[in-house]
């Protein structure tokens, strides 16, 4: 008896932490806006616990179905398979827009150019141009090192769309677990090239244009630049959408004026003008 009152005790500890803790799991590159966001949320209510994951997009969108997080960040909108699941399952996820983001092209600033085009990228990531100087004979006759988000990322499910056009990537392409890490790894590597966010690009490394222009906050919000995409924030909303509670005091603020000039801070671009 004392077994079963003990895991009884457990499990209503486990989901009572789970209820007063606001969970948040998902995108790698909403991950320092909602760093952001939880700094002010606390100062603001000291008694808020949050935890905050970026594993990617795909793992956020997965723990919202099994009921792990309350809010999955998403750099990429709901596959078809995600849709499917959904109508299975009778869930409503709801989207939430809370900024835009260009992925930008980057190199290592010694490498000595300053544009590409859609068609070469691919070329690029599909291994049918391997060396720098198939690019351009004044460039080095260097095989190029290429450098992607893993599978699980919203980014890269973004350049295959925009970039492939559904293409496989060449299987020589390397990996990487973070954005972060894409950004070392292209500032030691004269002939590297990668892509991310453009809230975390730095001085570090050079952001190209691509069919000849610049991811700027203009051409992201006006999608001129030809990798733009929004950034989500999903909510289950199969019983509706939050109208108390910690899932809404994060949205609210969020979207708030305040929440929106931190989008700007974080590199991105606000969805909402004040």
């Known amino acids: 008896m004392k077994k079963v009152l003990l895991t009884l005790v457990l499990v209503g500890i486990a989901l009572f932490s789970f209820a007063e803790t606001l969970v948040i799991k998902g995108s790698n590159t909403i991950f320092p806006?909602?760093?952001?966001?939880?700094?002010?949320?606390?100062?603001?209510?000291?008694?808020?616990?949050?935890?905050?994951?970026?594993?990617?997009?795909s793992t956020g969108i997965?723990?919202?179905?099994?009921?792990?997080?309350?809010?999955?960040?998403?750099?990429?909108?709901?596959?078809?398979?995600?849709?499917?699941?959904?109508?299975e399952k009778r869930k409503y996820f709801i989207p939430v827009v809370l900024g835009y983001d260009g992925i930008a092209v980057i190199v290592n600033p010694n490498l000595g150019i300053d544009e590409i085009s859609i068609e070469e990228l691919a070329k690029i990531y599909t291994g049918k141009i391997t060396r720098w100087?198939?690019?351009?004979?004044?460039?080095?006759?260097?095989?190029?090192?290429?450098y992607s988000r893993n599978s699980a990322s919203g980014t890269y499910e973004t350049f295959v769309e925009k970039v492939l056009k559904g293409e496989r990537m060449v299987p020589t392409v390397q990996m990487l677990e973070s954005t972060q890490a894409e950004i070392q790894s292209v500032a030691k590597n004269q002939y590297a090239i990668a892509y991310t966010g453009v809230g975390y690009v730095t001085n570090d490394v050079k952001v190209l244009s691509v069919d000849g222009v610049q991811p700027t906050k203009l051409n992201i919000l006006n999608s001129v630049y030809p990798i733009s995409r929004p950034l989500y924030m999903f909510v289950d909303g199969t019983n509706g959408y939050p109208e108390t509670g910690p899932v809404k005091q994060y949205l609210t603020f969020g979207?708030?004026?305040?929440g929106q000039e931190l989008v700007e801070q974080a590199g991105y671009v606000a969805a909402y003008g004040f």
């Open 133 to 146: 100087n198939q690019l351009n004979p004044n460039l080095p006759n260097q095989r190029i090192v290429v």
């Open 62 to 87: 997965s723990a919202l179905f099994n009921g792990t997080t309350h809010i999955a960040n998403s750099s990429r909108w709901l596959k078809e398979s995600e849709l499917e699941q959904m109508s």
């Open 255 to 258: 979207l708030s004026k305040r």
């Open 33 to 57: 806006v909602a760093q952001l966001w939880i700094e002010e949320l606390k100062d603001m209510y000291p008694d808020l616990s949050i935890t905050l994951e970026g594993a990617g997009s």
